[in-house]
C-alpha cells in the first residue's frame, strides 16, 4: 500500500485538528518578523493619499519597481533629488538608461544615482532574504543575471546582507547562509545545454 493510499484511510477529523493547530499556533505564539514601513513606503502612501477622489491609480501585489530607471524616476519625483543637468542630457540620449545610472553612481558623480543604486541594492538583499527563509536556502543564495557582477562592490557593502539577514527571529539562520555572485554570463546556457543533453540521454 502507497503512502498516498495509507494518508486516504486515516480520521477526517484528525486531519482537520491538524490544520486547526496549524492556524492557531501562529496565532498565539506569532513568528515575530519585523514589519517596518520604510521612508519610501510612507512618501508613496502619503502621494497617494494626497491626490483627488476620482483619482484613477494600480497597486498590485505582483508587481513592483525593480528597473533602475524606475527606481531613478521614483527617488526624482518623489524624494526630492536633484537631477543634474549634464545627466539628465545623458539618459534622454541613451538607449539604455541602466548603464549610465551604474556607472555615474559608481563614478560617485550624482547623488541621485547612488541613491538608485542604493535603493536596488537593498531591495534586493530584501527579495534574497525572503525567499531563502520561504525556501529555506542552507545551500547558499546565488544571484545571478548581469546586474550583480557589475555590482559586485557594492554588494560587498553592509546594507546589502543587512537587508538580507533583517528577519527577526529568522536572523541566526540567514546568518549562516553564504552568498554568491554568479560571474558566468553564460550559465543560463549552460544550464539548458547540460538540461538537453540530459534529456537526450534518457532518450
Partial sequence: MSILEKMQDIDRRYIYLLAWIFVLVP?????????????????YYDYIESLPEDSVIMVTFDYGISAMPELYAFLRQQ???????????????????????VDTAKAGTANICEATLG???????????NMAVSLLTRGGIYLGGGMPPRILKRLQ??????????????????????????LNSKVALDGAAWFGEEQLARG
Fill in 27 to 43: 496565532l498565539i505564539n506569532p513568528l515575530g518578523l519585523p514589519v517596518t514601513i520604510g521612508k519610501y513606503s510612507t512618501e
Fill in 79 to 101: 524624494a526630492g533629488y536633484e537631477e543634474p543637468g549634464w545627466l539628465r542630457d545623458a539618459l534622454e540620449k541613451a538607449e539604455d538608461q541602466t548603464p549610465v545610472i
Fill in 119 to 129: 535603493l536596488f541594492v537593498r531591495t534586493l538583499g530584501t527579495v534574497a532574504g
Fill in 157 to 182: 557593502e553592509p546594507d546589502f546582507l543587512t537587508a538580507i539577514t533583517d528577519k527577526g527571529r529568522f536572523s541566526n539562520f540567514l546568518s549562516g547562509v553564504p552568498v554568491h555572485v554568479i
